[in-house]
């Protein structure tokens, strides 16, 4: 099978807890496959649409497919204070340009895939979507993300609030107000990679991030200026015909089908197919179940913005921790948003994939506390996987692998001090940890490896 994949852009740091789609590639090719893959939103500091193509390792390594770069200096990234990516201006989302348009037509013509895998839809205007897909090559689209109805990616309002896709209470211009320019994209991507190269430790990075953060505030004027919310209208109502365009629009979880649904009213392409990260261990019962003892030990990973839930569990611990009650928390990942300052709460930093067997097995308890739609939820999987017991936002994708009060706990986001409760109650009772724990290794929650994910791709493409 000759497949194209359509993504926005590769990591340059291949050790990190997720590369999915640099995975899944690699696997099909070594199935006999010839993959092939376009990158839509490469960024370089020459303004405009450069094209170049990398013949070398990838063909030796891909079944002789080649690797494409588009470098689109139309593609405007964004950042703001909870994340994501915005837009700064919506007409590029929806029409291409003459160059860009002939560029991709050209790839996808010479590879004559039988296949096109969208991953990402970043850098790739609708009405150049919906043309690729008129060509009647199958067409699958992996939503990761919201980015084809929300521009920040997230639905999730500045002030902390869900998105509900209401027509009438839309703010998709304030929500990104604070997009970048392509020359101040460039530079602070720049940085980013200097800090990653010369392995800065946290915290050169957060400084990083506050000073990006402080070129984003002083485009607020400007974008404020020139945008405005119907056009942003505009940009949802082609999103909707460009969804119906594929011939499957795969979703990664009931939540997130469910959204995208809404959005779309009658959506027969829609197909729902969870995805499996490739730090998911293939033995389940590796992983040892040892009695437990106090203090339960808390683990959140990833914890990086108020919609990941930052300042629930700051809140929640500030308050055990006033109540003195015993506990531990060790937060993974990059610059969580709330610092906890307490003696019971350790910040580790980045972590990797190699990492996850040991931060499992020092862990009792896993937190998932997103007060977004979130798609699917990668670190809940990982722990779960390995013995951990989850308390989980019922709007996170991952909470439908939990059975409630079996092997985790679901809570209801509108509902804050049910989070703090079950806080509470797992933190003085370690028999239903132990309980939690010993089920998730008997029976590990419907998740396959992996390979065993790969094949269910497979077959999705060849359908």
Request: positive net charge.
């Amino acid at each position: 099978m000759r497949i194209l994949f359509i993504t926005a852009g590769l990591t340059n740091l291949r050790n990190r807890a997720n590369f999915y789609q640099e995975s899944l590639m690699e696997e099909l090719a070594l199935r006999g496959n010839r993959v092939s893959c376009l990158l839509t939103a490469e960024n370089d500091s020459r303004i405009g649409l450069h094209v170049s193509s990398d013949d070398t390792r990838w063909t030796e390594t891909h079944g002789g497919g080649k690797l494409y770069r588009i470098f689109n200096g139309g593609v405007y990234p964004g950042v703001y204070p909870q994340g994501g990516i915005g837009t700064r201006s919506p007409h590029r989302d929806i029409v291409a340009s003459r160059r860009l348009r002939q560029a991709v037509l050209e790839i996808v013509h010479n590879e004559k895939p039988d296949v096109l895998s969208y991953q990402s839809l970043f850098g790739l205007p609708f009405n150049l979507i919906e043309e690729i897909n008129s060509l009647g090559i199958r067409s699958v689209f992996t939503a990761h993300d919201y980015f084809s109805i929300c521009p920040t990616a997230h639905l999730f309002k500045p002030d902390g609030r869900r998105c509900r896709l209401q027509a009438d209470s839309l703010i998709c211009d304030q929500c990104c107000k604070m997009s970048l320019n392509y020359p101040a994209f460039w530079f602070c991507k720049r940085l980013e990679e200097w800090a990653e190269t010369r392995k800065a430790g946290d915290k050169v990075q957060k400084y990083i991030y506050r000073f990006r953060n402080a070129i984003g505030s002083a485009n607020r004027l400007l974008n404020t200026l020139i945008r405005n919310n119907a056009s942003f209208s505009e940009r949802r109502i082609s999103a909707t015909s460009m969804l119906k365009s594929f011939t499957v629009l795969h979703c990664i979880s009931k939540t997130q089908a469910n959204v995208m649904d809404k959005l779309g009213g009658n959506t027969p392409n829609l197909k729902i197919l969870p995805l499996f990260p490739p730090s998911m261990p293939i033995v389940w019962t590796n992983f040892h179940v040892e009695n437990t003892k106090l203090p339960i030990r808390f683990v959140a990973l990833n914890i990086h913005g108020s919609n990941k839930g930052s300042d629930l569990i700051a809140k929640t611990f500030s308050q055990l921790q006033h109540e003195t009650i015993p506990f531990r928390l060790d937060i993974h990942g990059p610059n969580p948003v709330h610092m906890l300052d307490s003696p019971y709460v350790r910040y580790h930093g980045r972590y990797h994939r190699e990492d996850l067997d040991k931060i499992a097995r020092n862990s009792d308890f896993c937190l998932v506390p997103s007060t977004w739609d979130e798609t699917l939820g990668f670190t809940g999987m990982e722990m779960m996987a390995r013995g951990v017991p989850l308390i989980v936002s019922a709007w996170a994708g991952v909470s439908e692998f939990v059975q409630n009060n079996v092997n985790g706990f679901v809570f209801d986001p509108d509902n804050m001090s049910e989070f703090y409760s079950l806080v509470k109650d797992v933190a003085t009772n370690q028999t239903v940890t132990d309980s939690m724990k010993s089920q998730l290794v008997l029976t590990p929650a419907g998740f396959k490896t992996f390979s065993e994910h790969v094949g269910d791709m497979s077959n999705l493409f060849a359908a």
